[in-house]
């Protein structure tokens, strides 16, 4: 049984949600140090890497 994901029209982009910024920026800021400490590429030089 795998996940179904809903449909786009019932999806809320709260990213520019003032109410959540504090909690996007929070989020934001943890995936970049952790995709910085872990050496991923979408954060080095070689991001180009997933354009391609």
Sequence with gaps: MGY???KAEVLNDLTQDPDH???Y???KE???DTLT???DPR???YGQ???D
């Design 30 to 32: 943890r995936l970049n």
């Design 49 to 51: 890497v997933w354009e």
């Design 4 to 6: 179904t994901w809903p």
């Design 37 to 39: 400490t872990t050496g």
């Design 25 to 27: 920026a929070e989020c």
């Design 43 to 45: 954060v080095s030089d």
């Design 21 to 23: 910024a504090l909690l």
